[in-house]
């Protein structure tokens, strides 16, 4: 039978364990409680004492909109919260504060100087006034101190705080001192400067001053203003919105009142001011707009009277009825000139009509004949070229290709592109470059094999340096095509929009001018064709190319390569190693140069191919300008067939003018009869938009004075009777429980790291078995009269070690069982365990393994005198129910003894006599006297009196390690 292992690491608590250590370390619990709760009362009675003053004060309510209005409506809201709010954070305000400081002139403080124990006064104090709180007494617990003297007049903006010392000459006079030196001398009411600081002391009773000291301290406006704030509360009633609660937490009673009903008129002085300027501003808006309305009208009116002044000058007519009858008497007379004029025209139009048909040439107009040459001309140039156009467009989209695959192209160039910048910035970071590119990959660059000879070159500097050349040039060469690509998209859709605004001059010297170009680049393409061709050869010499490619990259690749050759020449001074790399290097350099003549005849094609798209789209601009040219020719024509109208158009034009005069004149006569009407109207609305203004402006006066009238305080703040309470009980209870928590921690963390005490429900957490737990009052040997807990336990003991299947099995193969007792400091239950198993029938041996004590003369010879070899056997002693071998005598080699041969002899004969063998040994469970027990006996019961874990970790360990596995048990004693 075995027990799972307990680890040390495990830390198994439960809630009896938990009282346990609290039950043995009660004392210390006890007085930490004591001594803590002492605390929580000396910090009650050493707290100031303060009163609270309270008050209320009704805010005025304000106008909301309809929207807030029903959503207040509809969610429950309160139509003063907004308005509370305001005042509550307005009342809390540094500006309002300070206002109230400057005002009570709160941050000037005069003391005197008192001898004796001010914290004994002040415990006396709170004891009072918590003795009066308990009783409820509704006297005045403490008394008002009555001050000598007050300050006023104060000035002091520094915010440092500082003091001053006043020693009293007299009933009146004083001087003013700083650290003991005596800077300024003053009279009782009169004004004193002291640097920055100005004050004037005053009496508050007529007790003697003479002689007296005084302690005068100076703090910040500031932070006296923020000190209010934290010892004010304000807040909104429940019940109504628009009332405010204020409480104040302040030494003095008085002054506490006093401050609230300051504070609270001093919001009233600023709703009166924000009410007069409102209504200020009002009236001036009013004033305003009547002065607008006035200039407004009296603008239209001197507006339409010139208007009919200018009327009287031309027509004559100051009546709108004789002006109307003579302007519509013109109008039919110019109408009926005007029918003539229409007659005659129309014979010339039919004239103009056919003008286009005409294509002949007529000897008496040479204009007109240098005209129609020119069209018949350009007519022929456009037609030739509008055919040559429509046959290249064909050839051309089939040499582009797709135009889909022209976008594939430009955002493959793009791709790279953006590699190539990765690729440089890992080169400036000294980092390896990725090779999971596209650009990595492609055979038709050669980054590759450059990042390969980065790694395996000595000289990692100057190949760095040349491979970021070349990822220069190569950048370079993307940037072109991606800008060649997208110009060529862009010409597809509109080709001829770059050479817009220019003449027909201009379009053939380009044209000239792009052919030439296309020439020299296909001179140079053909050049650098014939210079890979030569490349190839292996006597080819690269210094001969200086003279034909002169761009920088060539002619360095050029001069490197030279001077490899150079190097390699000299073969006497160099080993074969370094000739070879020298060849490599050398291919590596042509290498290099081919691919860089091959990019550059890319680059020279694309430029080709550039140019050629140009010469196609300036040719369909030339086509766009002969179209133009013969449409000026057309024009041209056009203008000379009209040259016959002009006389009868001017004719023409000359009536209408006038007739559009009479027309305007007679349209005016309505408009003017509407701005006499308009003029009336406006000015009755002007006189109505004023008088309701007024009534406005009147009435929200009056609602706003009755809503400063409502912003008043309810209950005024009245200096409270009683101080706050120091809440003795309640301080003194939460220390006392703080105390309890931290001893009782303590007391438990200090069992934690010492190690937990062992006990039945840890054993039983960590899966061990737990026999019980004998009583206090067993002593061992009580010959049958067992308590029911002892009883009991030894019960769960013979359970556990099976001593009923060894009652109805009998002895396996004639050999009986042997039992461990290792009772430690605990009693000696051995003989009572023998005396309930020889009630079950079993005969019993109990074998004393104490070697510690002194044997009786009756006892010898014991076990020792057997282990000694000096008896062959030891003595047996025969009971009632079981028998006995005593120890017999004190040894220091017991372990050893125990584990000689003669031990293991006895231990068989014995099994071979009796049912159960019970060793008793009082070692304790962790020495190794116990561990070397444990290796002779299958079973053992360990009695805990108060072993740490850790302790019976060791002997559950033993049990584990043994083979086979010991079953064990344990039995605490008290």
Not at 63 to 77: A, C, K, T, V, Y
Not at 675 to 683: N, T, V
Not at 699 to 710: D, F, Q, R, T, V
């Amino acid at each position: 039978m075995g027990n799972p292992k307990l680890h040390s690491n495990d830390t198994l608590i439960s809630l009896s364990d938990l009282l346990q250590v609290f039950k043995k370390n009660r004392m210390r619990i006890i007085l930490g409680t004591l001594l803590c709760a002492l605390c929580g009362a000396l910090y009650a009675l050493t707290k100031p004492i303060e009163y609270t003053a309270e008050a209320t004060f009704r805010e005025k309510s304000v106008s909301q909109p309809i929207s807030n209005f029903l959503s207040n409506m509809i969610f429950g809201g309160s139509s003063g919260s907004t308005a509370s709010t305001d005042a509550i954070v307005m009342m809390k305000s540094r500006k309002f504060l300070e206002q109230l400081v400057r005002q009570l002139e709160l941050h000037a403080q005069i003391d005197q100087k008192t001898g004796g124990f001010p914290t004994l006064d002040k415990i006396r104090k709170n004891i009072t006034i918590e003795r009066a709180a308990f009783k409820n007494s509704p006297f005045l617990p403490v008394p008002d101190p009555k001050p000598i003297l007050g300050v006023r007049a104060v000035a002091y903006e520094e915010a440092v705080p500082t003091s001053m010392q006043i020693k009293f000459l007299s009933d009146s006079y004083f001087q003013v001192l700083e650290e003991k030196k005596i800077v300024q001398t003053g009279e009782i009411g009169s004004p004193v400067t002291v640097g920055k600081i100005s004050f004037t002391l005053y009496r508050k009773s007529n007790a003697p001053l003479t002689n007296q000291e005084y302690n005068l301290s100076f703090s910040s406006p500031i932070k006296i203003a923020k000190n209010l704030s934290s010892q004010m509360t304000l807040a909104v009633d429940r019940d109504h919105a628009s009332v405010l609660k204020l409480k104040m937490n302040y030494p003095d009673r008085h002054q506490a009142a006093t401050i609230l009903n300051t504070l609270m008129s001093i919001y009233q002085g600023y709703l009166k001011d924000e009410q007069k300027r409102s209504l200020e501003e009002q009236i001036g808006y009013l004033h305003d707009r009547q002065t607008e309305m006035g200039e407004r009208l009296k603008k239209k009116m001197s507006d339409y009277a010139d208007k009919l002044s200018s009327d009287a000058v031309t027509n004559g007519f100051f009546d709108l009825d004789q002006s109307m009858q003579f302007l519509t008497e013109m109008q039919q007379r110019y109408k009926g000139d005007l029918l003539g004029i229409d007659l005659r025209t129309k014979r010339f139009q039919a004239m103009q009509e056919d003008k286009h048909t005409y294509h002949g040439t007529d000897n008496q107009d040479v204009a007109l004949n240098q005209i129609l040459t020119n069209i018949r001309e350009y007519n022929q140039q456009f037609d030739s070229l509008n055919v040559a156009l429509h046959e290249s467009s064909g050839a051309s989209s089939e040499a582009n290709g797709d135009f889909d695959k022209q976008f594939i192209e430009l955002g493959e160039v793009q791709q790279f592109r953006a590699e190539i910048q990765e690729i440089l910035k890992s080169l400036v970071t000294n980092a390896q470059p990725s090779t999971e590119t596209k650009l990595w990959n492609d055979p038709r660059y050669l980054v590759k094999n450059w990042c390969e000879k980065l790694s395996t070159e000595t000289g990692i500097n100057s190949c760095r340096d040349n491979f970021i050349s070349y990822l220069t040039n190569l950048q370079h060469l993307f940037l072109v095509q991606e800008k060649t690509i997208q110009e060529r998209l862009a010409h597809q859709q509109n080709l001829e929009s770059e050479f817009r605004g220019i003449d027909l001059g201009t379009a053939r010297d380009l044209y000239m001018q792009y052919m030439r170009q296309v020439n020299e680049i296909e001179a140079n393409r053909l050049k650098h064709q014939f210079v890979i061709q030569e490349m190839e050869q292996p006597s080819f010499e690269l210094s001969s190319l200086s003279t034909l490619l002169h761009d920088h990259i060539s002619q360095e690749m050029i001069n490197k390569a030279s001077a490899t050759t150079l190097l390699l020449q000299d073969q006497n001074n160099r080993t074969v190693k370094e000739q070879e790399r020298l060849r490599d290097e050398l291919s590596l350099q042509k290498g290099f140069l081919s691919i860089h003549i091959k990019q550059s005849i890319a680059l020279m094609q694309l430029h080709e191919k550039l140019l050629h798209d140009k010469i196609n789209t300036l040719q369909k601009s030339r086509l766009a300008l002969l179209q133009q040219e013969i449409s000026v020719l057309e024009e041209q024509l056009s203008n000379y067939i009209d040259t016959s109208l002009e006389n009868l158009k001017k004719e023409k034009n000359v009536i209408e003018q006038h007739q559009a005069a009479v027309m305007q004149e007679l349209a005016q006569l309505p408009s003017k009869w509407v701005e006499e009407k308009l003029i009336d109207h406006e000015m009755e609305m002007n006189q109505s938009m004023v008088e309701e203004l007024s009534k406005l402006v009147e009435s929200k006066n009056i609602s706003s004075n009755l809503e400063l009238i409502h912003s008043s305080p309810l209950d005024r703040a009245i200096p409270p009777l009683q101080p706050n309470s120091p809440h003795l009980l309640l301080f003194s209870t939460l220390g006392g429980i703080l105390g309890a928590l931290m001893t009782g921690g303590f007391a438990l963390l200090g069992n934690l790291s010492m190690g937990m005490r062992a006990s039945p429900d840890n054993l039983r957490l960590a899966d061990q078995h737990v026999s019980g737990t004998l009583s206090k009052q067993y002593q061992g040997d009580s010959k049958g009269q067992l308590r029911d807990q002892d009883l009991d336990t030894l019960r769960r003991l013979m359970a556990f070690m099976h001593v009923e299947k060894t009652v109805l099995e009998g002895s396996s193969m004639g050999k009986g069982q042997a039992l461990l007792l290792v009772t430690s400091k605990g009693a000696d239950y051995s003989l009572d365990l023998a005396l309930l198993m020889a009630r079950m029938g079993l005969k019993v041996v109990v074998l004393s393994l104490d070697f510690n004590r002194v044997a009786a003369t009756e006892e010898l010879p014991g076990l020792l005198h057997y282990l000694e070899g000096q008896v062959s056997l030891p003595k047996l002693h025969k009971g009632e129910f079981y028998d006995q071998i005593f120890s017999g005598g004190i040894c220091r080699f017991a372990s050893e003894l125990l584990a000689s041969k003669q031990f293991s002899q006895l231990i068989g004969e014995l099994e071979e006599r009796y049912d159960w063998i019970i060793a008793v040994s009082h070692a304790l469970p962790t020495s190794a006297e116990a561990e070397c027990l444990l290796r002779r006996f299958d079973r053992a019961a360990f009695t805990v009196c108060d072993e740490p874990l850790p302790e019976i970790e060791k002997c559950v360990n033993w049990a584990e390690q043994t083979t086979p596995k010991k079953a064990i048990t344990f039995v605490f004693s008290p």
